[in-house]
């Protein structure tokens, strides 16, 4: 079983920085490589996925709208996932949730609970 809980979300005004940790426990450790996810969903807006990490090379990928200003990282000694995210927009306004899957699919089999982030002008 592998659980995610995400914190570090929180109320920031526009331009301001969050960075959104995820504490992974359980088995996910065990497969020589894995993805693991960062998505948000707006009110009223489909799923999005912002950030992805294959913990294989380390390779990283983000949507164009946080390019520049997010970072995807891993700690592997703690087993926890970052997003930073400067610059914040109100657009950026969601709720977050980090997500892992041995496969790397796009629907990933391990999810977290989600933190808010709100962004105000």
């Known amino acids: 079983q592998v659980q995610l809980v995400e914190s570090g979300g929180g109320s920031v005004q526009a331009g301001g920085s969050l960075r959104l940790s995820c504490a992974v426990s359980?088995?996910?450790?065990?497969?020589?490589?894995?993805?693991m996810y960062w998505f948000r969903q707006a009110p009223g807006k489909e799923r999005e996925t912002v950030a992805v990490?294959?913990?294989?090379?380390?390779?990283?990928a983000y949507v164009d709208s946080v390019k520049g200003r997010f970072t995807i990282s891993k700690d592997n000694a703690k087993t926890t996932l970052y997003l930073q995210m400067n610059s914040l927009k109100p657009e950026d306004t969601a709720m977050y949730y980090c997500?892992?899957?041995?496969?790397?699919?796009?629907?990933?089999?391990?999810w977290g609970q989600g933190t808010q982030v709100t962004v105000s002008s």
């Open positions: 990490i294959n913990t294989s090379g380390g390779s990283t």
């Open positions: 997500a892992a899957d041995p496969g790397c699919r796009a629907s990933p089999a391990y």
């Open positions: 359980g088995y996910i450790d065990g497969y020589s490589s894995y993805c």
